[in-house]
């Protein structure tokens, strides 16, 4: 769909769900950071199934700036399937996103990116000084706290739009559902450097937040997924066997307990509820280690286990061709 020239070193990428009134000042802004950076920059917002005149601003300005491409989606598929479709387009070696509502200060970006030449492989941002509602934030304080708990890396802010990393890592980590609120997660169980930066927040200036309580609800839901991913992805049988191996434990005792009155008592257990749950927690478990089991040989099967060329950082090959 676009010439791939390897001249571009940063792709910024904006996401944009009408976000027309924001747009203009959004382009301005981006030119003023980038255009003071020794660097050849693009600029690609995907239009995210908006019903305003969004994509005929992002038309209007790609006409008159080359270093500005549009991507529109035929329906609103959400922020991670529009990164996505955006991070499958841009010709860029490092990565920025960033929203579309002028929340995200793009004065910031030369920041982000100067972490990634110091070494890190992706920076979030994080918005010390939010200017959103208290409705708004408390939430997501839970939210990177929990985060922070289940996957192990503690930040303070996993969901800023706002981050730089090298464009590998985006290609790496999966992108659906609400998963985008996870890539600094993600990333980091890939072995990525992940670094936090505190970056300056902006009060929203046009339309409304696209964020509710439903969005919430999807994006725990999307929690147990990235549990799934990061701590068994490449181990299923462990997730799968484990459930199975303490509901088979539970039964067992059950079973036993059950056997021990029936041998030495007079007293009837074939009409026990007990007993059904006994027999219901062995049968469990047979499908959970079977499943388990199905799963690593799928795994294998596929041949996920063995792709281990993408977790090497580096290689003293390239240093010796390099000297």
């Known amino acids: 769909m676009s010439d791939r020239t390897a001249d571009v070193e940063v792709s910024l990428l904006a996401p944009a769900k009408n976000e027309g009134e924001s747009l203009p000042k959004l382009f301005a802004e981006i030119t003023a950071a980038m255009d003071a950076q020794p660097r050849c920059w693009e600029l690609l917002v995907v239009d995210d199934g908006s019903t305003d005149d969004s994509w005929r601003v992002i038309t209007e300005h790609a006409a008159v700036d080359p270093r500005v491409r549009g991507l529109r989606l035929r329906r609103n598929f959400g922020k991670a399937a529009a990164l996505a479709a955006g991070v499958a387009e841009v010709r860029g070696r490092l990565l920025v996103t960033l929203d579309a509502d002028l929340q995200d200060d793009p004065a910031e970006?030369?920041?982000?990116?100067?972490?990634?030449?110091?070494?890190?492989?992706?920076?979030?941002?994080?918005?010390?000084?939010?200017?959103?509602?208290?409705?708004?934030?408390?939430?997501?304080?839970f939210f990177n706290w929990m985060t922070g708990v289940i996957t192990g890396l503690r930040l303070s802010d996993h969901n800023c739009g706002l981050k730089a990393a090298r464009t590998e890592v985006y290609r790496r980590v999966p992108l659906y559902g609400e998963l985008h609120r996870y890539i600094p997660a993600l990333a980091h169980q890939l072995g990525y450097r992940v670094r936090e930066l505190p970056v300056h927040h902006r009060a929203r200036?046009?339309?409304t937040s696209k964020y509710g309580l439903e969005r919430?609800?999807?994006?725990?839901?999307?929690?147990?997924?990235?549990?799934?991913?990061?701590?068994?992805?490449?181990?299923?049988?462990?997730?799968?066997g484990g459930l199975g191996v303490v509901?088979?434990?539970?039964g067992t005792l059950?079973?036993?307990?059950?056997?021990?009155?029936?041998?030495?008592?007079?007293?009837?257990?074939?009409?026990?509820?007990?007993?059904?749950?006994?027999?219901?927690?062995?049968?469990?478990?047979?499908?959970?280690?079977?499943?388990g089991l199905l799963a690593e040989l799928v795994l294998h099967r596929t041949g996920r286990d063995e792709d281990v060329t993408d977790l090497v950082a580096d290689s003293t090959t390239a240093v010796r061709s390099a000297a």
């Open 254 to 291: 059950i079973l036993l307990y059950l056997t021990g009155v029936w041998v030495f008592t007079e007293n009837s257990i074939g009409t026990r509820p007990l007993l059904t749950l006994g027999i219901l927690l062995e049968i469990f478990s047979v499908q959970m280690i079977s499943t």
């Open 216 to 240: 919430y609800v999807r994006g725990a839901l999307d929690l147990l997924t990235v549990v799934a991913l990061t701590r068994y992805g490449r181990r299923p049988a462990h997730l799968f």
């Open 205 to 207: 200036e046009h339309g």
């Open 109 to 141: 970006v030369p920041r982000l990116l100067a972490e990634l030449d110091a070494g890190a492989d992706l920076v979030s941002g994080h918005k010390a000084q939010r200017k959103d509602p208290l409705g708004k934030r408390l939430p997501s304080k």
């Open 247 to 250: 509901a088979g434990s539970l």
